[in-house]
């Protein structure tokens, strides 16, 4: 009933910079809470940061002052822009989102996951 599409993961030196998109598209009445999360290699997946409908965040404390969450409610997405990213952020990125319906139903919903290396 809804699709998120993620975009922009890629291979980036230490110190280097990514800019993730996810696109919310479907049987969509309002979007709610908005996050990212990520999985290592070997490692289960970990909450990164949301974004509620309010904009208020929150982020983890591993990326505190290097990641930024956004969101652009007319789009249906939401960025997560990552500065002086280092080796160990390294891992599958998903998107997540909390999705009220027509019909007034409640779902959470995630992206496919894109892939951010951080490698010399």
């Known amino acids: 009933q809804v699709q998120l599409v993620e975009s922009g993961g890629g291979l980036v030196q230490p110190g280097g910079s990514l800019r993730l998109s996810c696109a919310a598209s479907?049987?969509?009445?309002?979007?709610?809470?908005m996050g990212w999360y990520r999985q290592a290699p070997g490692k289960q997946r970990e909450w990164v940061t949301n974004?509620?409908?309010?904009?208020?965040?929150n982020y983890a404390d591993s990326v505190r002052g290097r990641f930024t969450i956004s969101r652009d409610n007319a789009k249906n997405t939401v960025f997560l822009q990552m500065n002086s990213l280092k080796p160990e952020d390294t891992a599958v990125y998903y998107c997540?989102?909390?999705?009220?319906?027509?019909?007034?139903?409640?779902?959470?919903?995630w992206g496919q996951g894109t892939q951010v290396t951080v490698s010399s």
């Open positions: 997540n989102a909390d999705i009220t319906h027509v019909a007034r139903s409640r779902t959470t919903y």
């Open positions: 479907g049987n969509i009445f309002t979007i709610n809470d």
């Open positions: 974004i509620y409908s309010s904009g208020d965040t």
